[in-house]
C-alpha cells in the first residue's frame, strides 16, 4: 500500500498540518521524520485549535498509531507537556511511539544554542534557542543519547551524568572566555548536573511504555498493507544542504530526509506531496527575493495571521515564487502540490506570481545554490486582476472565480506538476481538490 510524504516547499510556515490532517483519515500510522520543538503545526477541528510541536497531527483521530521516527531529536520536556495537554482535552496519546533510535535534547544543547546565536552578534541565524542544532551536532559527533537508552535507568543515569559534567565545564569555560573579549554577557541557567540527572531519569521512566523499534513496525505495517504519511517538519528551503545556508535547520527536511529519519527506502515513497501558500513567508535571516516591504506584506502578514506557532515571532512576506517551487519538485521528486492560504488573496486588487530570477538583468537557468546569489535575484514576475470575493465557504473548484482559477493554471504551468488540493480557510474541512485526476 501507498507510503505518502508531506513536505514543506517553502521556507516552513506552509499549512501542512492541515494537509497532514486531511490526509490522516485515510492512514492508519502518521510518523514525524525529523526536527524537533522548533517546528509548530496548528490543526482547527471545529472550535478547537490544536497546536502542535513534536507528536505528528494524525493523533486527532482515533484509529491512527503517531510515530516519532528515527531523526527527530525529542526534548522530553516539551513531549509530556504536549501529551498532558491533548489529553486533558480529551485527545489520547497511548499510541504513540517514539524511536528507540531517536535523539534526546538535553539542557545543555539550549545553552550551546544560546551561545552560539550570541556569539553571531548582528548576523544571528534567527535559531528557536530549543537546542535543535546542538543536539544534531552531538549526534554528528557521536556524542548523542538515544531515546532508547532509557530502558535500562541506571546506565542512563550515568551517561547523562558524566555528558552534564563535561559540558557544564565546557560551558562555564565559554562563558568565562565570551566575558574577557568584552562580549555581552550571556544569562545562561546554571547547569544543576544532579538534579538533571534525576529529572531526565524521571521523563525516561515515562518515555518507556512509548519506545519502540519504529523502523521494523513501519516496514512490517507496509508489507501488511497499512497507509502510511510520513510528516516533516520545516521545509525545503531550510534543509540543511539544500537550504539558504547558514539560514537553515539542522536537518532534512525534504523527501531524501524522509527515507533517512524513517528507515523507509526511496523506493517505497509512492506519493510526495509538496506544501506551499498562495503566497511566500519565511522566519528568521536570509535572502527572500519576493519580499514585500511595504503596506502590501503587512495586509499578507494581518491577513494570513502570519505569526510562528511556537515563537510567536512576526513572518516576512512577499508574493508567492513558483520558481522557488519548481526547484522544490526537482528536489523532492515532488508528484503534487497541495496549495493552502488561497483565501489570504481574497481582498486584493491584483495578485503576482514570480515565474523566472535575473541577476544583473540578465536570466538565469537554476535556482541559486547560495544565499549570495540568491540575495542578488531580481524577480520576474506575471501580474494578474484579483477575485475580490470570499473563497471560504467554496468545496467545487467549479465554483471558484475565474481570477482565482487562472491563478491556480498559471502556478501549475510554471512549476510543471499538478495542484491537488487547495485551502481555502483555517477549518478542517475548508479545502476543494482542484486537480481533475
Known sequence: MPVTVVVGAQWGDEG???????LAEQHSIVARYQGGHNAGHTVVVGDERYALQLIPSGVLYPHVTPVIGNGVVVDLPTLFKEMDSLESRGVSCAALKVSRLAHLILPWHQAHDALAEAAR?????GTTLKGIGPAYADKARRLGIRAGEVADLDTFAVTVRARATAEKALIDQAVTAAAATGSPVIDLPDLDIELIVEQWCEYGRRLQPHLADTVGMLHDAREAGADILLEGAQATFLDLDHGTYPYVTSSSPTAGGASAGSGLGPRHLDRIIGITK???TRVGAGPFPTELLDALGDKLIDVGHEYGTVTGRRRRAGWLDAYMLRH?????????????KLDVLD?????????????NGQAISHYPDTATELAMVEP????LPGWR???TAIRDRAELPSAAAEF??????????????VGVGAARDAYLKWSRT
Not at 520576474?380 to 501580474?383: C, I, K, L, R
Open 408 to 421: 491556480l493554471r498559471v502556478v501549475e504551468h510554471t512549476v510543471g506538476i499538478p495542484i491537488d488540493i
Open 347 to 359: 481582498g486584493f486588487d491584483e495578485v503576482r506570481i514570480c515565474t523566472g530570477y535575473r541577476i
Open 121 to 125: 552578534g548582528d548576523q544571528p541565524i
Open 328 to 340: 522544490a519538485v526537482r528536489l523532492n521528486s515532488l508528484t503534487e502540490f497541495a496549495l493552502t
Open 380 to 383: 520576474e514576475y506575471v501580474t
Open 16 to 22: 501542512k498540518a492541515k494537509v497532514i490532517d486531511l
Open 278 to 280: 498562495a503566497y511566500t
Open 389 to 391: 470575493s470570499d473563497l
